[in-house]
T-cell receptor, first 111, second 111 residues
């Protein structure tokens, strides 16, 4: 029972913003949205997380809709090194800390 | 530098020959876990540990053992490896819920 739905793949031009959507329509009030990415067979890398407010860090911004049923990860100026599989994960804070990775979105940044 | 290290990075072995994949973190994290990644199946958790001497099964623990005698180390033991354990293995650690750091991976081939 997948908690999130993401497009299988997306393309983005180098230097442009990459906007990766995630649908989590069954999210409950105490569940967070986490984003990770995996660059070709490397270990997954934490990007950002949020509950209901928009969040920004040095890597990306996370926009969560007011009803919390969807979110968008924004890479403001994508580079070739951002080519990776991006995973949107919904978790219950205070749970077992297990990350359940779905299939994610394969983002290809083109020169 | 904060990191999770795994050794070996690559291993080819034969069925039934016991092996250990080491995992070490230098961030004083309480939580550590092991995942395996297979094409079409994604990342699946094998075992996890919430603290020293505390370990528990993940989703696919059969054929694996772990131990957590020290906070920094969490070795994965395959007592009698079989070809279906051929996979890419990742160790992860964390101290704030789901914000976790992953190692570089160990590619294991069992013939």
């Amino acid at each position: 029972d997948a908690k999130t739905t993401q497009p299988t793949s997306m393309d983005c031009a180098e230097g442009r913003a990459a906007n990766l959507p995630c649908n989590h329509s069954t999210i409950s009030g105490n569940e967070y949205v986490y984003w990770y990415r995996q660059i070709h067979s490397q270990g997954p890398q934490y990007i950002i997380h949020g509950l209901k407010n928009n969040e920004t860090n040095e890597m990306a911004s996370l926009i969560i809709t007011e009803d919390r049923k969807s979110s968008t990860l924004i890479l403001p100026h994508a580079t070739l090194r951002d080519t990776a599989v991006y995973y949107c994960i919904v978790v219950y804070q205070g749970g077992s800390e297990k990350l359940v990775f779905g299939k994610g979105t394969k983002l290809t940044v083109n020169p | 530098e904060a990191q999770v290290t795994q050794n070996p990075r690559y291993l080819i072995t034969v069925t039934g020959k016991k092996l250990t994949v080491t995992c070490s973190q230098n961030m004083n994290h309480e939580y550590m876990s092991w995942y395996r990644q297979d094409p079409g199946l994604g990342l699946r958790q094998i075992y996890y540990s919430m603290n020293v001497e505390v370990t528990d099964k993940g989703d696919v623990p059969e054929g694996y053992k772990v131990s957590r005698k020290e906070k920094r180390n969490f070795p994965l033991i395959l007592e009698s490896p079989s070809p279906n354990q051929t996979s890419l293995y990742f160790c992860a650690s964390g101290d704030r819920g789901y914000e976790q750091y992953f190692g570089p991976g160990t590619r294991l081939t069992v013939t």
